[in-house]
């Protein structure tokens, strides 16, 4: 299994987004339990391949957090140019 392309996390919806956040933290912490009950069979690249997914997942939606702060900051000085 290749790891993920952010190409595809940049692709999806704010709720979207959200709910693969919360889908990829649980499949981590199901993984985490399996392997604290001695469980998880030969597959412990999945852990890498988890934690890269959310790592992207969450890039993408502290970038999108950035651009609505900017564009909100970039709406409140044109609303002060032009009141002054």
């Given amino acids: 299994m290749a790891l993920s392309k952010i190409s ?3 692709a999806l919806s704010d709720e979207e987004l959200l709910e693969a956040i919360a889908d ?3 499949e981590l912490f199901q993984l985490r339990f399996q392997k ?3 469980q998880l069979d ?3 690249h ?3 391949h988890t934690r890269h ?3 992207q997942l969450m890039t993408v939606q502290r970038e999108r957090q950035l651009a609505a702060l900017e564009a909100e900051a970039e709406a409140e000085a044109t ?3 032009v009141s002054a």
């Fill in 53 to 55: 997914r959310l790592a």
């Fill in 46 to 48: 999945q852990f890498k």
């Fill in 36 to 38: 604290a009950t001695r």
């Fill in 8 to 10: 595809e996390a940049r």
């Fill in 79 to 81: 609303t002060e140019s």
């Fill in 42 to 44: 030969k597959q412990v």
């Fill in 24 to 26: 990829t933290k649980r």
